[in-house]
């Protein structure tokens, strides 16, 4: 099991924060986008195989790289015929080939899923509180990620797009003893730890995000809010905030790219060239597998798709989006809503999720 911590030297790290905040690094005034008008499709899969809409709500979407299968959370009861009972919300696979629609049981939440669809993390109860689970949807079996502390508990997870490894918060629940990002192995079911507080303090170390490999985990310092990316080849440690208080939205699948928000808005900062980018009054809402888009908002719910090679921007929809939302080349994009105009025969009143597909 690889420990070994390599924090970035003072000097490089006032390196990367003046090239960070340079002119030629940061883009203070973004140029006013173009936009593309092609007509989108949009599908509403918060639905039962034949089509049936829920008659609960839905949220929390995620999508895989190539569309095939949405994530997502829902309190209808009548999107599978699974009738063993339920919390007041289910984690769902659905498979958009085939239309089937999975409810994973004893789920707390929303799921993230591997790009096959076939595993799948939640949250569920532990012994003494909630704890992160994956669930091999293919066979069932179960396990939980954490090493199943006395009073510990575990969330926040992410899984690696082959579903080998998930990233996830231990949470000790003594208050001595700060919260940390491990990462659960499940071929070799073994768990490592990859974030470093900080040696005279109980800092908790919380919101992962996964590359596709499971090589990098970038996650947040809770108290400084700084961010930090751990390359787990090398052991390596990078901070990668522009120097003020940030949160991590989310890490692309190659590991190159990291989208974050901050008081002065939303940016994108390439971890090779180290090049940033940066839109004042917008919020980003998740990253792309290559890095290529983000998908963002720049009012309380109007989501936007942008090209960051070419700047191009399309409307998606008015809602809601978490990370993993969005697909291989920002074709699709995953969102909920609550607008009934959005597809024919929409008429339960309830937050449902959508897929969006650039023409």
């Not at 092609?38 to 999508?63: F, L």
């Not at 829902?74 to 498979?95: F, G, I, K």
């Not at 390596?236 to 692309?252: H, P």
């Amino acid at each position: 099991m690889h420990r070994a911590v390599h924090l970035v030297s003072a000097a490089a790290l006032t390196t990367v924060l003046t090239a960070v905040a340079s002119p030629s690094a940061a883009q203070a005034a973004p140029s006013a986008p173009s936009y593309d008008r092609r007509a989108p499709h949009i599908e509403r899969v918060s639905v039962a195989a034949d089509g049936t809409e829920g008659n609960g709500a839905s949220g929390g979407g995620t999508v895989t790289t190539d569309g095939g299968h949405v994530a997502f959370s829902s309190a209808a009861t009548n999107l599978t015929a699974d009738t063993y009972p339920r919390p007041q919300s289910s984690a769902h696979v659905r498979d958009q080939a085939s239309a089937e629609v999975t409810r994973i049981r004893d789920s707390l939440t929303a799921p993230d899923i591997s790009d096959d669809g076939r595993f799948a993390t939640y949250l569920d109860w532990g012994t003494h509180t909630t704890a992160s689970f994956v669930v091999d949807l293919s066979t069932g079996e179960k396990r939980r990620v954490d090493a199943k502390g006395f009073k510990e508990g575990s969330g926040e997870a992410a899984i690696s797009a082959d579903g080998r490894y998930v990233a996830y918060v231990l949470r000790p629940q003594h208050p001595a003893d700060p919260y940390r990002v491990e990462v659960y192995d499940w071929t070799t079911n073994t768990r490592e730890v990859v974030s470093e507080g900080p040696p005279d303090a109980a800092r908790d170390m919380v919101n992962p995000s996964i590359s596709a490999d499971g090589r990098y985990i970038a996650y947040e310092d809770a108290g400084t809010k700084q961010v930090w990316v751990r390359d787990r080849t090398t052991g390596t440690l990078t901070r990668v905030d522009d120097g003020t208080a940030a949160t991590l939205v989310e890490i692309s699948g190659d590991g190159r790219t990291v989208a974050l928000n901050s008081a002065n808005g939303a940016y994108v900062r390439d971890l090779r060239t180290g090049k940033v980018q940066h839109w004042s009054g917008t919020t980003a809402r998740a990253l792309g597998p290559e890095g290529r888009h983000l998908l963002y908002t720049d009012d309380a719910s109007t989501l936007r798709l942008r090209d960051l090679r070419t700047g191009d921007v399309q409307i998606v929809g008015t809602g809601s989006a978490v990370p993993g939302s969005v697909g291989a080349k920002g074709r699709t994009v995953v969102f909920s809503s609550g607008e009934t105009d959005l597809v024919p025969g929409d008429t339960n009143g309830l937050n449902d999720v959508f897929k969006w597909t650039r023409r």
